[in-house]
Structures are given as C-alpha cells and as structure tokens.
C-alpha cells in the first residue's frame, strides 16, 4: 500500500544508558477489509513482527513511531490467515499495546476510513503530534478536539474539505505548537488572510516562532506585499528579518512557501550550502 504523503520516520533516540539498547522503532498499519474485520501490518526497522512476538518482548525494547490507517479494502489483503484480525482483538488487544508504546514524536496517518472509532483513540494520545489527514466526516472535530489539546506540531491535510472548512485555517496560526502546515495534496488554498496570520505569528515572537507554510496560492501578491520587508523584483521571493531570525516566501508556480530560519542554526547553513551549489 503506498503512501499519501511523503513522511520521514522518526527515529527515536538512544538511551542516556550505555548498558541499554535502543528502541527498536516499530509502524502499523490497519486497514478494515469488513464490518468486523480488519488487515494489519507491523514493520521493525529489519523484519516484520506479530501481536504475540510484541507481547514477548521487554516493554522497554520497541515503540511505534508511525500508525497508518488505510482505506477500506476487500481483496488483496497480504496473507490473510496471519494479518487479518477482528475488530474486538483490534480494540481490545492490539490498539491498547500500540497506545501504551508510543514515542514521543508519534505520526498518524489516517486515509478515509469507513470506521473512525479506532482512529479516535490514536488521535487523543499525547505523543501523536504529527498528523497526516485525508478529508473523511467528521475528522475536522478530531482536529479540533486535538488543536485544543496544544500538541498537534505538524499538520498535513489531503483530499477534499468542506468549503465552510477553508475560514477556520486561520485560526491554526494561533495555536504556537502548530509549526508546520501543509495543505498541497487538498483542495485547500492558503489566502491572504492565513498567510498575513502566519507573518504576523513570526512578528509578534521577535522572529523566534517556527514555521512553515506550504499549499496552492489563493491570493494576488499585492494582498500580501506590506507584510514583507523584502521583495524579488521578478516576484519570486519575499522575505522578513529581525536580528538573525528571517522569514522566507518563495514563489513555484501555483503553490506558496513560508519558512522561518534562526541564521545560526546548522540547518540554515546547509540551506544556503546547498542554494551556493546548485
């Protein structure tokens, strides 16, 4: 099954114990093949494991790092006999053991779904901070309930919204652990209002905010010029500084790029490495 989005895996860290192995990183993956029944796979970083051998190992040795939850499928279902379970051990068995064995930087990916009840449970935990979202009913309340929680840090949106959906984005620059807003494979735009939202989010923070901004442009750059200290005379670029924080919106055809950068940092230098060489 491919994937929707294009995630890096997070790897967790090592323990501060030099005695202690590291955490095997461990990803599920779910998918309903009936009213009551429902694929499931789980990838360690060299092999596949089952619900039994995970049962088996020290609680301390794996967590999940990645949940997915594919969409409804009833046919070429990958060795049914081992990966197919019903809903109860689903809910009662295997669910309860990814929960209780998440890292802290958790990513769910969550394609339509006929049943939303498993994905409810992930969604809620603490450690899932990174959300990769195809548009299905009722989701935008999941988002909600887990904007008002204050731990959403990255949020990839796909598929087809609602329009009345597309005014609420600007309210997601007001929550501060929200760094990362992606909205490229949706039919949602970024307007001038949410960009302006995310701009002055940096500004109000002295340039410290982290942020990053990336969908379809649905404004002209007239809308936004004030907003910006600097401007590319071919229209390519704009951009804001405070001491040696910046802010950058780049231009690629119909879609917009808002990035913050602390000047200092490692990743900026390699940044401008790379733009010097290519």
Known sequence: MGNAFSTSSY??????SGSRRPKQCLRVE???VSRTDWWHTIYGESRDFNI????AMDDDSFEFN???FSPFQTSNVDDPDKTVISSEILNNELLPLVLSHLCDQTSLEVLTQEDYKPVEKLISAKEVKNLYL???PGIDLLILNKLEQGI???LFLGGNWPEDFSPGLTTLASFEN????????SNLSVSADLLRAYVDRWSTSNGQARIELHGKKAFKDE??????QYHHKRGYYMGNKIAHYSLDLKFEKDEIHLKSWDETSPEFRNYMLCLSSS
Do not use: T, W
């Open 66 to 68: 990645m949940v997915r």
């Open 52 to 55: 039994d051998e995970l049962r």
């Open 30 to 32: 779910f998918a309903q």
């Open 134 to 136: 195809i548009y299905g």
């Open 223 to 228: 809308e936004v010029k004030n907003s910006f």
């Open 11 to 16: 790897k967790g860290l090592p323990s501060s």
């Open 178 to 185: 929200v760094f990362k807003l992606v909205l490229i494979h």
């Open 152 to 154: 959403i840090e990255q």
